[in-house]
């Protein structure tokens, strides 16, 4: 059975850390956020820590993009990693190798956010559908 996939939306907690092996590895922070009704303002709860590892093409273009603070969206695979600590104990952690990151430049769902681009563009007032055809 493949390993299950998982997507990750949350910010890089540091720059990227260049692996033996052409390798990368990111530290990603995400958290759930919770509208606090007494004042108004947007709390942040339940903080996860991740390890995200890429490679080849994708773990250079991290290298040369990627900076702590940026908020990503990572799709990839979870991992079992397994490991003896200075002790000797057995230690395990759950890591993700990605398959894709993508660097957002502005989050719909964080109202007090604006926009890191131009937003010149604006849609039509009125759409021609009449000469669109359906696919089925």
Do not use: C
């Amino acid at each position: 059975m493949a390993n299950p996939t998982i997507t990750i939306v949350g910010r890089v907690g540091q720059d990227p850390v260049k692996l033996n092996g052409g390798g990368v590895r990111l530290r990603i922070v995400s958290n759930d956020r919770v509208k606090n009704d007494s004042t108004g303002s947007w709390d942040d709860k339940d903080t996860s820590w991740w390890t995200v590892k890429a490679w080849k093409s994708l773990a250079e273009q991290s290298i040369a993009t990627l900076k702590k603070g940026q908020e990503v969206v990572i799709v990839g695979k979870i991992y079992e990693e397994t490991w003896k600590d200075k002790e000797g104990n057995s230690r395990t952690s759950y890591d993700v190798n990605a398959d894709t990151i993508a660097v957002t430049t502005w989050s719909l769902s964080k109202k007090e956010s604006t926009p890191a681009f131009d937003n010149s563009w604006s849609a039509p007032s009125t759409w021609d559908i009449e000469s669109v055809k359906a696919p089925f």
